[in-house]
């Protein structure tokens, strides 16, 4: 029998929205829990909560409605294993922390628990911006990525890394493509990009500029305006259901594909001390939330794509595809850069062992196979 008490990522609009500004400093000064915090079961009292955590989200209230569910269900997920005795008050983006503060926010306890990404923060640890991704890197579907994270050494690195800081990384989300750009001209071969104004950053960014484009940095909630007054032609940022969320047709008629991201890696934080705090089974509650968050995303984002790609194409946007020999390349020459970025910063040489060995298997896996179309 279906379960028709959850709706469809298609009709989320009914679904509670983490509290805004207001309400938060409303609903602190009354001592109560926030209109998108997931009330406690009623065989639960008050008294019963022993931890009630701030959880600040870069990604909810935005317009995407996975992420939205997502996290509802993070929080539902949280609050029953604990039978109570953890209560999470959810807030929207930017609501406690702007998206470049998240990192050190934690870290100062201004909020307990993140749903954030690790390119945010390469500032604080560099080797954050590829534990995002590295350009092509072949993370395409969940379980090749969760072997790499859970068996090849990765999820121990990326937790010294943030420890350093009083982070505790508490696990890895895959949501979608991301990365993949748009444009108002055609571009049907790397080559096309040369002399256009785009948005890009990091390898990818170097690949543009090697392809004759000019990089300009634009934060991605200004990527529509900044294309709309032509300070950029194209630009890389969201997804299918991003783009479509922002209405970018509207300034946009060029869809390029594929992403060179084929999994954005998200994932979830929380302050060390609090963490330490909540004691191993509890713990144990939030390392298994959190992996059924990644799960939760990534099943949802494949219909929210698959109809945010509908969206582009029924408002007028053509997909094209960049041919495969330039891909090959493109990825060739974005993974020898990785590698040239060994001993440039801590946890690098680790991170290329990794990835190394991770290509290889994938390699070795998916040669002799053909997934079905």
């Not at 935005?62 to 949280?78: K, L, M, P, S, Y």
């Not at 379980?143 to 696990?171: I, S």
């Not at 799960?295 to 041919?323: S, Y």
Request: aromatic share 10%; glycine share 8%; net charge negative.
């Amino acid at each position: 029998m279906s379960d028709t008490s959850k709706p469809p990522i298609s009709d989320l609009a009914g679904v509670k929205r983490a509290v805004d500004r207001r309400t938060a400093l409303r609903t602190a000064a009354a001592g109560m829990v926030g209109a998108g915090a997931l009330a406690a079961p009623n065989v639960v009292r008050a008294s019963d909560v022993e931890h009630r955590l701030k959880l600040q989200s870069n990604f909810t209230g935005i317009g995407i409605a996975a992420q939205d569910e997502a996290t509802r269900r993070f929080i539902e997920n949280v609050n029953k294993m604990s039978g109570g005795r953890i209560e999470i008050q959810n807030f929207d983006a930017e609501v406690l922390l702007g998206i470049g503060e998240t990192f050190s926010g934690i870290s100062l306890g201004i909020a307990d628990l993140s749903i954030t990404a690790s390119i945010y923060h390469r500032g604080t640890v560099p080797v954050g911006e590829f534990l995002w991704s590295v350009p092509f890197f072949p993370n395409t579907n969940v379980e090749f990525f969760e072997h790499v994270y859970e068996n090849m050494g990765l999820k121990e690195m990326w937790r010294e890394a943030y420890a350093e800081h009083g982070v505790m990384h508490v696990g890895q989300n895959c949501s979608d493509e991301w990365g993949s750009m748009v444009s108002t001209v055609p571009v049907r071969s790397f080559s096309d990009y040369s002399g256009l104004k785009v948005r890009a950053f990091g390898i990818w960014a170097d690949w543009m500029v090697k392809q004759g484009a000019s990089v300009v940095t634009v934060p991605g909630g200004e990527v529509y305006t900044a294309i709309q007054t032509r300070l950029l032609d194209a630009a890389a940022f969201g997804g299918p259901d991003t783009w479509a969320g922002f209405k970018i047709y509207e300034v946009c008629d060029y869809y390029i594909n594929p992403s060179p991201c084929p999994y954005d890696v998200t994932e979830t934080i929380m302050n060390m001390d609090k963490w330490n705090e909540l004691g191993e089974d509890l713990q144990q509650i939030l390392l298994t939330a959190a992996r059924c968050y990644n799960l939760d995303i990534t099943a949802m984002t494949m219909e929210a794509d698959g109809n945010g790609r509908k969206i582009l194409e029924d408002n007028g946007m053509e997909t094209l595809i960049i041919p495969d020999e330039e891909l090959r390349e493109a990825s060739d020459w974005c993974y020898e850069q990785f590698n040239a970025k060994a001993g440039s910063m801590p946890y690098i040489d680790r991170m290329i062992d990794i990835y190394g060995r991770a290509r290889e298997m994938h390699a070795r896996y998916y040669g002799p196979k053909q997934l079905p179309i």
